[in-house]
């Protein structure tokens, strides 16, 4: 049916409120007249808005297309949207709104109240700040924690527009790599020649066919590809049952019993954490001793084994014994007998190994995911059909063939004249140690002086590892904190001034689906009024460059619509776009060839004609550019590596406590919708406790608990259970934060006790996985649980502010910078459409090699024609790290 804005939004939010219940409603629905269907998608899946009379009342999801609609997308997209933590207004925290250029007393942030400002205020407030900043300081003072792009699943995202408006000024500090696969994206592509953790799986179809064991190693796709980056379409679920059908075997390496594990009923081998690179490394030395690694491939598709052989062996000096099933049985909790027995199983079936990103999330994480590879290579798999290593299977719908189509891509976030930049996870540090050097990927870098962060559609406070040292070092070194977020997250509720930014619900923009097959693209149509006084994050921005003298350079004279539309235009879609728009989706066929497609399948066929972007082009079981870099805490063959923290060394009765995505969330996304209720306890976080750690401790299911350790304390809900093995307990990351009397998070959010070590100094990744607590019944919480209550907001007497006398475009033209327009083609292509994800990778990041590998999987989701991807090659080649240095 055809609907107008002007019907859409015609009805008022406090009408949309008052609606008594939104409803699911079902697939084949029939409704009347007065009741129109908008399309519109979102990371939990595609749907069809139902709003009658300009009223949202319900949802209604795509079955043809969705394989598997979540409660996230049927009650949780809803329940969020009017939620009571929703940012009506521009919002100042009193004490910055009562002297911005003095004392704002930062140690109120979180704890006092907020004062509604008008937009042109909150806007001048912010413009001022961002400038003031930079004269006194300069741009790199200005840092960005608008990270990832997870905020919703469309093209105008919101840190690619902050990228791009302060690009314009002169630019600004911003984080490096990430947290999901920090310290692999670093390692893998000098030893396998692609970051791996964001490339595209064999085919399913292949699999279903040639494997005949699947090796789950922390891996958990019927949890973890409930959402996707796009839009998640959940395709793969109905082929993973398939695949079992089939007869493959499958096998899981976890402290827990996942999803998965339940759904194709995987066989549970039990593991410490953080010591899966001992028990790769004793089936390894048990394959060598038994003539079962496969010489042949060792020398034809691999160097170094000769090194990483002495390490097995126990004759490569660093003092460690050789590397048995015995050795490893100590330090893994896996009986040596398995280790034996698992090691035949690999070696004399067709066995594929699918890694999470979690395994690397640890102190030494590098080790892991290249202890996975070096045993997979002598075992002589890796390229062959249905086995080999992927660290991607339980992303994106990983397994799904792909369609190489041309992908839309929205705006650019350009060139950032600013090259100082923080790894994502060492936000702290660089606060308080600033000009600090630190190395990574074997450069040096110093970490910028900061006095602003800006964060745009990412809750960092609720994502930074050791949240009592952020707020420490925010406190000692931040005179600004800017959140531009829809809702009172833990961004918002600890930031000085908060820009309420529009849900995904009320605006229009475009995505596509899944992630790696890219066979459908989505219209994100607006199905209801922005909410309060809240403005879209692209309206924000304009606003922002108008006020800096820089609009059209931000605009480029273009409106959201006009933006959408080029963007589809350069799909080459035939279907006009608005029958397009109208319907909501285009259906685009995958490629007979690419069902059949194998990771690293050429390399194998053709080594030589087909080399991997490594400096031998070869699988690099040692690695001498790594060993070039003389790293102290990461050697150049994957070695057990004892974590700080771990089972090995732990109290008696301390626990290692590790936090995989949510179930129900991305994140921290969707922490306060009502699907929370589904496995909250006690309107807290739940955590998984095995039978014999609750039984020991006096708890039962249903109980709080108290988790803490010399980084703080959190409260959370008990769930008793024998899907997770003694000694661990599972704690989801990414709740919302309310701190009590003691300090301690009385919503159960991880990163109150995670650590903010680095992985090593080759990554500087995280290590929340890495984390010893110690574990009580709580029988003192103070209150329920507030996290999802929104401030207090407080009226004051507000002076006028003069906008006109703060001559913020002249002072933004003294410090502004570098523009698209004096790029050269390549470089311009580059920023507008490979940099979309987090924040640009810097061309000087990778040797040019790499550059190719790379770029392998890079350009199909940028959507470059053969004789763009040229340009851009060009370009990075000689800006490579090898290219620049001397």
């Known amino acids: 049916m055809t609907m107008t804005r002007r019907g859409l939004l015609k009805a008022s939010v406090a009408s949309a409120v008052a609606t008594s219940g939104l409803t699911l409603f079902k697939p084949g629905e029939v409704f009347a007249a007065d009741t129109q269907l908008i399309p519109s998608a979102s990371h ?99 840092f960005s924690a608008s990270y990832g792009g997870w905020s919703h699943a469309g093209l105008l995202r919101p840190q690619v527009l902050q990228g791009r408006l302060f690009g314009l000024i002169g630019g600004h500090s911003v984080t490096t790599g990430d947290y999901s696969g920090g310290a692999s994206q670093v390692s893998l592509p000098h030893i396998i020649g692609d970051m791996e953790v964001y490339s595209p799986q064999t085919s399913w179809e292949v699999v279903a066919e040639h494997t005949e064991v699947m090796v789950w190693i922390g891996c958990d796709p019927f949890k973890n590809s409930r959402i996707e980056y796009t839009v998640a379409d959940h395709q793969m679920f109905p082929r993973w049952k398939q695949i079992k059908e089939r007869g493959v075997k499958f096998v899981s390496i976890n402290p827990q019993y996942t999803p998965t594990d339940e759904a194709l009923g995987s066989d549970w081998i039990k593991i410490v954490p953080n010591t899966d690179v001992a028990l790769f490394s004793a089936m390894a030395h048990h394959v060598y001793q038994t003539g079962k690694h496969d010489k042949a491939y060792l020398a034809k598709y691999t160097v170094g084994f000769d090194k990483y052989l002495s390490y097995l062996l126990g004759k490569d000096g660093d003092g460690t014994p050789p590397k048995t099933p015995e050795w490893a049985a100590k330090i893994t909790g896996i009986p040596a007998a398995k280790i034996v027995e698992l090691a035949e199983l690999f070696a004399s079936k067709r066995t594929q190994f699918a890694g999470s990103w979690s395994l690397q999330r640890a102190q030494h994480g590098e080790m892991t995911h290249w202890a996975i590879i070096n045993f997979a290579a002598m075992l002589g798999k890796i390229g062959k059909p249905g086995e080999g290593v992927g660290f991607s299977w339980h992303y994106g719908s990983g397994g799904m063939a792909q369609s190489n189509a041309v992908m839309p891509v929205g705006l650019a976030q350009g060139r950032n004249p600013v090259k100082a930049r923080c790894p994502a996870s060492r936000i702290s540090e660089m606060l308080m140690n600033p000009g600090k050097e630190y190395t990574r990927d074997g450069a040096t870098h110093k970490y910028p002086f900061v ?94 460059a108008a006020l800096m003298g820089v609009e059209y350079g931000f605009t480029e004279g273009k409106t959201v619509m006009e933006v959408l539309k080029a963007s589809y235009a350069a799909t080459g879609q035939k279907v006009p776009f608005e029958k397009f728009w109208e319907e909501g989706i285009v259906r685009i066929d995958v490629p007979e060839k690419m069902r059949q497609w194998v990771r690293h399948g050429d390399f194998y066929t053709d080594p030589v004609k087909h080399p991997l972007h490594t400096k031998s082009g070869k699988i690099e079981l040692f690695c001498s550019e790594i060993a070039r870099f003389n790293v102290p805490d990461c050697p150049p063959v994957p070695k057990y590596l004892e974590p700080s923290e771990f089972l090995g060394n732990a109290r008696p009765g301390q626990v290692h406590v590790v936090s995989p995505h949510p179930y129900n969330r991305v994140h921290s996304q969707m922490a306060q919708a009502d699907v929370r209720f589904e496995q909250n306890v006690k309107g807290r976080q739940h955590v998984f406790i095995s039978t014999e750690d609750a039984a020991a401790k006096g708890i039962k299911s249903g109980d709080l608990v108290e988790l803490y350790n010399e980084r703080g304390a959190l409260i959370a809900g008990a769930v008793v259970t024998d899907k997770i093995m003694k000694g661990v307990v599972s704690l989801e990351e990414g709740n919302w934060i309310q701190l009590d009397s003691k300090g301690r998070c009385n919503s159960g959010a991880i990163n109150i006790i995670t650590t903010s070590v680095a992985s090593s100094g080759l990554s500087q990744a995280t290590s929340a996985n890495t984390c010893i607590a110690n574990l009580k019944r709580c029988d003192d919480a103070e209150s329920e649980n507030r996290a999802y209550e929104p401030p207090s907001v407080v009226r004051v007497a507000q002076r006028k502010l003069d906008v006109d006398a703060l001559k913020l475009a002249e002072r933004a033209a003294v410090i502004k910078g570098a523009t698209m327009g004096n790029m050269v083609p390549g470089e311009k292509l580059f920023y507008e459409r490979c940099t979309l994800c987090h924040v640009p990778r810097e061309p000087g990041d990778y040797t040019k090699s790499q550059w190719h590998g790379i770029t392998q999987s890079m350009f199909p989701r940028a959507g470059l024609d053969d004789s763009q991807r040229k340009l851009v090659l060009e370009f990075l080649e000689k800006n490579a790290k090898d290219a620049i240095l001397p």
Request: aromatic share 8%.
């Open 451 to 544: 006095k602003l962060i800006y964060t745009a559609g990412n809750n960092f406070m609720s994502h930074q590892q050791n949240t009592n040292e952020l707020l420490r070092a925010m406190n000692q070194q931040v005179d600004t904190v800017i959140c531009q977020d829809p809702w009172w997250c833990a961004s918002s509720r600890f930031a000085d001034i908060v820009l309420p930014a529009t849900s995904a619900l009320e605006r229009d923009d475009m995505s596509s689906g899944g992630t790696y097959s890219n066979d459908k693209i989505y219209a994100m149509r607006q199905v209801i009024k922005p909410y309060g006084e809240s403005l879209d994050d692209f309206e924000i921005f304009r606003r922002l």
């Open 44 to 142: 939990w899946g595609p749907f069809k808005a139902v709003v009658k009379n300009g009223v949202l009342v319900g949802v209604q999801p795509l079955k043809d297309i969705d394989a598997m609609p979540t409660t996230m997308l049927t009650q949780g997209l809803l329940s969020r949207v009017y939620h009571k933590t929703r940012v009506k207004y521009p919002m100042v925290r009193k004490s910055y709104l009562t002297n911005p250029t003095g004392d704002t007393k930062p140690h109120l942030r979180g704890k006092e109240p907020f004062v509604r400002v008008s937009w042109e205020q909150a806007l001048a407030l912010t413009a001022d700040a961002i400038l003031r900043t930079a004269e006194k300081h300069g741009n790199e003072a200005l």
